[in-house]
Structure formats: C-alpha cells, structure tokens
C-alpha cells in the first residue's frame, strides 16, 4: 500500500479555480481602458475605473473550461499535432535509430558525455532569447527524453534540456519580440537597445541553469535511485529496448526523414524570425513535415492515419490539463478583478524608493504571472502602466522592462496555470509536485540573482 502525501493536478487546478472564484466576491471590480495597435489590445495607463461587479459563482466555475477551450485552441491543436508527428517519425524507425545513434557516439567517446547538457541548452537558451522559442520546445521532448535515458539520465533531464533551456533564454532574453521588442515598443525605446547589458543577463542566468541541470545529471548518471522518475523511468527504458553498445543501422529513409526533419526546424526558425509565424502556421509545417515523413518511411494511408490517431490521443489528458489552467484566468478575467490587482500594485509600488520599487516590479510580475502566464500578454497588460510610473520615479524604462522579463520569465517553469509548463510535465508524465519541488531551489536562486542584476544598471542609470 502506498503512503506518502500527493496532490492530483486536476484537483490542485479546480481548487485555485473555486479560489478565485471567491476572490471575486471579495476584491472590488475595476478595469483600465484599452486601445487597438496591431492586432493587440493595450492597457491605457492611468485609466483604472471601477466597474459593476461581476462575481463567479459555481455555475461560472463549471463553464470556465468549456470557455477556456475556445481560448487556448490553437495550442490545443499544436499539442496535438506535436503528437501525432512524433508518433509519425516513431512508426518509421526514425527516432529509435537517431536515439541510438547519439547514444553510441558518447557511449564510445565519453568525454563528449559532460558537454551534452550545456551544448543542448545553449542551443535551446539562444531560441528563447532571440525568437521567443517556447511552445515550440514540445515537439522536442518525446525526443530528448529517450535520449537522455540512452545516455544515463533520466526523464528530468530529458525534459528540461528543450524546455528549461528554452525558458531561460526566454526569461533573460536580449532580443525576444514577444517581450523585449513589445515592451520597449511601448516605452518608445530603440528596438532592441541596451543589448551589451542584456547579453550579460543572458550568459549568467543560462549559466545558473545549465549548471542546476549538469548537476542533477550526473548525480542521477552516478546514482540513478536519487531520480526523481527513477521507477517509470525503468519501465520507460524496458519498452524502448536500449542496446548503445551495438552499432545501429540507419537506413536510408532514416537519413532523409532527419534531412526533412532539419530542414522543418530551419523553416520554423526563418518563419518566426521573418514572417512572425505563431502557433497555427507552426502546426502547418510540423504536419507537413509529419506527412512527408510518412512518405520516405513507405507508411500507407492507414498507417499513417493510425499513427496520427494515437499520437493525438495520448495528448488528451495534457489538452484538458491547460484548459483547466486556463479556467483561472477566464474566472478571473470574467469577474473583473484583474486590473484590480494591477491597480494595486502599482499604487503600492509608486510609495517605494526607486530601487526598492524596481525590486518590487519584479515581485508584482511574479504574481501577476500566476493569472497572466504569457510573455506578450503581460507586456501588454502591466507595461503601459508600469513605464508611466518608472517615468514619473526617475526609474530608467530599460530597468522596467527587465524587472518584467524576470518576473514574467521564472515563474513560468513551477506555475500550474503555465500552458507550455502544464503541457511538457504531461507528456512526460512528471508530477506537478514532484517536478514543482525539484525546481524551487532554482527559483530561489534565479530569484537572488535577479534581484542583484537590477542593482547595477539603476546605479549606472542605464
């Protein structure tokens, strides 16, 4: 018989749900006004109002997902698309001979073994921090977790190579539109000014990273029962049959399909870059890039049909897990509260010293990152308030904008109402929990860190 305390996420999530739901009852109504620019809507500053009340009772709470659905649908789609490939490219041989072949290149030249970790999140850190890479990272990890498992790790290390990697890059990103180039479009900054200091951020925070991941590693490479998934993790390694000590034999549809592959990847990358794709013309090409697969692979229709059908299924319970994250922010949004907290905070922040309310913009985008888990749309929501009021307390906008990267970025890896966050831990079949305990001593310490990389550049005025 099992003991020990667990949380069920379904559960976690219904209860923040009925939560807010009360808030709404409590907190007074309000809101700001908005304005249209680019497809976007933009907070006015100094707009707040009250406004009637509109609390959520139980029948709100029951129709929040249903409304949630509608809101987050085109991730929905992604994930399942993420699916249905990766089951594709599965089917055809692809994977377990790319998994295998990695495996035995460092399984014979173990040196190479100790730069796996840092050179895969570089790679993934840079993404972040250059074109926004994040919900693109899940059609990474049924990849990297075999292959980490190949190599000695576990099903954390698998997972935070694409995802932590790309998350941090996001967090202290120098170049990223969705939060840098929005934000300082707002404060009528240069595009992508005070690059030097921001590069900085970047190589230290990826740095911090990078290292708390190399370290859990090899503790699990050296002790595989202090991992944290080490049970499934053997069921895992039984049903992928691993044998890194053979040579393994690519064929030629193998070769061509990871060309294909490659070439999906450098698309997605021009596309973002050049053409500002998001994630519906990224589901486009990750299918066109499933079915040309199936293609070389030689499935026939019904093949390939079976494999899209199973891939999509297996993604169901993730699909239902963020549309009950975003239930919260539906519930919240509904009753009217949201702009109330901003208000709020915002007034209190306006009573501190510059530097210490600089501190406590960081804080406030922490916890408002809880109800508004999404870089653009926080930018949008608290940045037109908060640059007015760094203005007006002698605060460089530059500051601003980096005390809301930091807030909005590192709490995005541990927040239940994360999308991306809910959605890697699902495929993966991490506990909420588990995965939740394991990254708190990196919050604490990204945290720390932040709250001294806003120091220098007040005192520099920069």
Request: aromatic share 12%; hydrophobic share 55%; with cysteine.
């Amino acid at each position: 018989m099992k003991s020990g305390f667990s949380i069920n996420i379904y559960g976690l999530i219904f209860a923040i749900m009925l939560v807010v739901a009360a808030l709404t009852y409590l907190l007074p109504a309000g809101q700001y006004d908005t304005v249209q620019k680019d497809g976007r809507s933009y907070t006015v500053a100094g707009s707040y109002h009250a406004v009637a009340s509109n609390p959520q009772g139980l029948a709100s709470v029951l129709t929040a997902p249903a409304k949630a659905f509608g809101d987050c649908a085109d991730i929905i789609v992604f994930i399942f698309i993420t699916g249905a490939i990766f089951t594709i490219l599965e089917r055809t041989g692809t994977v377990n001979a790319v998994i295998l072949g990695t495996s035995y290149l460092f399984s014979r030249r173990e040196r190479l073994k100790k730069f796996f970790i840092p050179a895969s999140m570089v790679l993934f850190s840079l993404g972040g921090a250059v074109f926004g890479m994040e919900e693109e990272t899940l059609i990474f990890i049924p990849l990297f977790i075999p292959l980490a498992l190949s190599l000695g790790y576990d099903t954390v290390v698998g997972v935070s190579i694409p995802f932590l990697g790309a998350w941090v890059g996001f967090g202290s990103a120098f170049m990223n539109p969705f939060t840098v180039g929005i934000s300082q479009g707002i404060a009528q900054l240069p595009l992508y000014s005070g690059l030097g200091y921001r590069l900085a951020v970047w190589a230290v925070c990826t740095a911090v990273v990078i290292l708390f991941v190399t370290l859990y590693g090899e503790r699990v490479r050296k002790h595989p029962q202090k991992s944290l998934t080490y049970e499934a993790d053997r069921e895992k390694r039984k049903q992928l049959h691993l044998n890194v000590l053979e040579k393994p034999e690519f064929k030629r549809s193998h070769i061509l399909i990871s060309i294909v592959f490659a070439l999906g990847m450098a698309g997605l990358v021009y596309g973002v870059a050049v053409y500002h794709w998001y994630i519906i013309e990224i589901s486009g090409l990750f299918l066109g890039v499933g079915l040309v697969s199936a293609v070389i692979g030689r499935l026939s229709l019904n093949q390939t049909t079976d494999a899209i059908i199973d891939g999509a299924r297996s993604m169901v319970s993730v699909s239902i897990m963020l549309a009950l994250a975003r239930a919260i922010v539906v519930i919240a949004s509904d009753g009217r509260i949201l702009d109330t907290v901003l208000h709020s905070i915002a007034q209190a922040i306006g009573q501190l010293h510059p530097l210490a309310a600089v501190e406590g913009m960081f804080w406030a985008h922490s916890f408002i990152n809880f109800f508004v888990a999404s870089g653009s749309g926080q930018a949008v929501l608290t940045m037109p308030v908060m640059i007015p009021l760094s203005d007006l307390m002698g605060i460089s906008p530059q500051l601003s904008i980096l005390a809301y990267q930091f807030g909005e970025g590192w709490t995005n890896a541990i927040i239940p109402t994360a999308p991306v966050t809910m959605a890697a831990l699902g495929m993966a079949g991490i506990p909420w929990l588990k995965w939740a305990r394991w990254n708190v001593p990196l919050q604490i310490v990204l945290a720390v860190l932040s709250m001294l990389l806003l120091i220098p550049p007040y005192l520099m005025k920069w």
